[in-house]
């Protein structure tokens, strides 16, 4: 065990200034705004909401020191700590695991408390310490999740972090979900007169944060986190919408927007038939892959997927080629206007692509881009069906498009296949579509 001994200075310093427990812990780059977060959220006595940027340690001060910090002084405190995924919250919950076993923790702890913490029980998502006098079902620490079931516990406080994500964004029913159980943890999960505290970003106008209290915002200018060369770098390497919900904690309007509310569901084999992609590929600057697979639907609307990847395509071909074959892709359709053809004859080489038989076909593209994605990727929009699968990556792309805004090349994947997959316009609830 370490060889230091805390002081009642020690202490006191700790309960008002919490980021120097993150010190202790290894996080030095903690200030006295973290202490700031920590004490508002963790010392509320109502709900409290809080939103912070990208990269401004809110997970680690709010809720890793945070709970840590607490402990300390309210052993007996039962703490739900709730993410977007139960998956998610769990690795925050071994995080705080690993953090009370450092040995400068652990005499802390018995300074404060006349003895070691130990866990009783550890295991995924839950620790319960020897400091916890009082028996109840749950436990010191518990992990939660947006996606599992979460009746019948109860807690004196409850975090809900990172509860809200780009998904959101990208679906209404998402949304509706999310909704649905905040408003369920709100009524039943909370001790009656105990607070519940939400920490994150926003993504939509009307995500889980519409029915919370108006939070307390810490964009990137009130922060100063981040040096202006950062800032300006975040700015370059970001779409804007993503950019002004991670740093601005602002909504950009989506009426303006040509393909909001993407449709989603789980590929299905037994109602598609054939199945083709195409590759826009990335060599340099600020582009990036992307990669749509389709497939017609037996209602005549069409199954899809996109990903991205944002380094060079030479790098990528081998994931491509995986998932062709996860797809079962029979046809992928390249454009050899920027490498001349260079693309093309590297992914025919692939293992994959020549074992499966896959047909890699050429094309060069005279149709302006815009034109293209406005007309084709417009014209189907509502009748396409997104594979859940999808990197969210690329469909942020297609959502957030505007014409001369970079990077582009998800929707212009889509409008392209689009365009030489299918022969004639979908008619809605009509099979027409004819496979070329």
Known sequence: MAKFEYT??????????????????????????HSQWIRYVWEAVESVTLQAHRGSYKTTAIIIIGAIWWLLFHPDDRIAIIRKTWTMAAQVVKAISQIMQMPEIQMLFKYAQGSYPTMKTKRDGVINFNFKSTATPEASIQALGLDASITGMHFDKTMGDDFVTLRDRLSKAERQKTIEVIREISTNIIDKGKPDAWIGTPWHKYDGWSILPEPEKFDVKRCGILTEKEVEEKKRKT??????????????????????????????????????????????????????????????????????????????????????????????????????????????????????????????????????????????????????????????????????????????????????????PVVEGNPLWEIR
Request: charged share 30%.
């Open 239 to 424: 779409l804007p919408s993503l950019y002004a919900a991670n740093y601005d904690l602002k909504h950009m309007a989506d009426e303006s927007k040509l393909f909001a509310d993407p449709t989603w569901e789980k590929w299905r084999w037994d109602i598609v038939g054939r199945v083709s992609a195409q590759l826009d590929a990335a060599f340099s600057g600020d582009h990036t892959n992307g990669l749509t697979v389709m497939a017609k639907k037996k209602d005549g609307r069409v199954q899809a997927a996109g990903f991205s990847d944002p380094g060079h395509v030479k790098n990528w071909i081998p994931t491509v080629a995986k998932i062709l074959e996860r797809y079962r892709v029979k046809t992928i359709y390249i454009e050899t206007n920027p490498d001349k053809g260079w693309t093309a004859e590297a992914l025919r080489a692939n293992p994959i692509v020549r074992r499966r038989g896959i047909r890699v076909k050429e094309y060069a593209e005279s149709q302006n881009k815009h034109i293209k994605i406005a007309s084709n990727l417009y014209e189907h929009w509502k009748n396409i069906i997104w594979d859940e699968e999808s990197d969210m990556e690329y469909m942020e792309q297609v959502v957030d498009y505007s014409e001369g805004q970079e990077p582009d090349d998800a929707p212009d994947s889509a409008a392209s296949l689009l365009k030489r997959h299918f022969s004639t």
């Open 8 to 33: 009642e200075k020690h202490l006191i310093d700790i309960r008002n200034h919490p980021h120097l427990l993150g010190h202790i812990a290894n996080k030095p780059l903690l200030t006295q705004l």
